[in-house]
């Protein structure tokens, strides 16, 4: 007789599936270009708010499409809190690259991680940063 568990991962091995063919079927690279581009719209749109820093650097070619940000006298856990609370799905403190986080001299404060999916549109990434815009300004 089969065990419970064997058929526990049958719709982890059915998502798995349903993925990797929505990736096939999209293009690695028509992902890629639309991820890069929200991560192009969100820092221009942040980089017009005085108290929020950037960590990106220049944006070059095949760089994986995060922005790291923090707001001004906002712990990043914090201000991935708030975010949340407004439908925004962004973590905040150390994200598993201790050395990264030494090179941005973030150790102590961690980051805000901004990491946008092919599922994101545009006027998502740009409500975002009204959000974002509020927070730095106090109004949430």
Do not use: W
């Amino acid at each position: 007789m089969p065990s419970a568990a064997r058929y526990n991962q049958t719709p982890g091995v059915i998502a798995l599936g349903a993925g990797i063919d929505f990736i096939n079927k999209t293009g690695i690279n028509r992902i890629y270009s639309h991820e890069r581009e929200l991560c192009k719209l969100f820092i221009n749109e942040v980089s017009k708010i005085k108290m929020v820093k950037l960590y990106h650097g220049k944006f070059n070619t095949n760089l994986v499409p995060i922005v790291p940000f923090n707001v001004e006298g906002v712990e990043s856990f914090k201000t991935a809190n708030i975010l949340s609370e407004a439908g925004f799905c962004l973590r905040g403190g150390l994200h598993c690259s201790f050395l990264a986080h030494k090179k941005l001299n973030t150790l102590e404060t961690g980051v805000v991680r901004f990491a946008p999916s092919v599922f994101n549109t545009k006027r998502e990434v740009l409500s975002l940063t009204r959000h974002v815009k509020k927070l730095a300004e106090g109004i949430i």
